[in-house]
């Protein structure tokens, strides 16, 4: 899924957390982190919003999150950065931080 700064706030009123992965097409290591957001998008389905964010499309969300460096995934609640994971981890790591917000 596809977030961008148009939908972001709809997807905010839905009252779930989110966990955005912030990315580029250029990133090497952006696109190796993809599968494992696929997978957790699948897992979390229905309870978590997970979904994407290109940073070169999306200046001011990444901005509004204080996006330095890609990837960087975003754990959000009510539309509030909670906690953040910058580079690749593990698929554990992730879980983690996803169950702490159920």
Same mark, same amino acid.
């Given at each position: $899924? ?7 706030? +709809? $997807?905010?009123? %839905? ?12 990133? &090497? ?9 696929? %997978? ?5 389905? &229905? ?18 999150? &204080?996006? $330095? +460096? ?13 906690? +953040? ?18």
């Amino acid at each position: $899924m596809e977030i961008t700064e148009q939908n972001f706030e +709809s $997807m905010v009123a %839905e009252g779930k957390p989110m966990v955005i992965d912030f990315w580029a097409t250029w990133c &090497g290591p952006c696109k190796r982190l993809a599968p494992v957001i696929e %997978e957790l998008a699948a897992q979390y389905a &229905g309870k978590v919003i997970i979904g994407k964010c290109d940073i070169e499309e999306n200046p001011e969300l990444t901005e509004k999150f &204080g996006i $330095m +460096s890609v990837p960087t995934v975003a754990f959000i609640r009510n539309g509030e950065l909670i906690d +953040s994971q910058v580079g690749v981890a593990g698929k554990p790591v992730y879980e983690q931080k996803i169950n702490s917000m159920l």
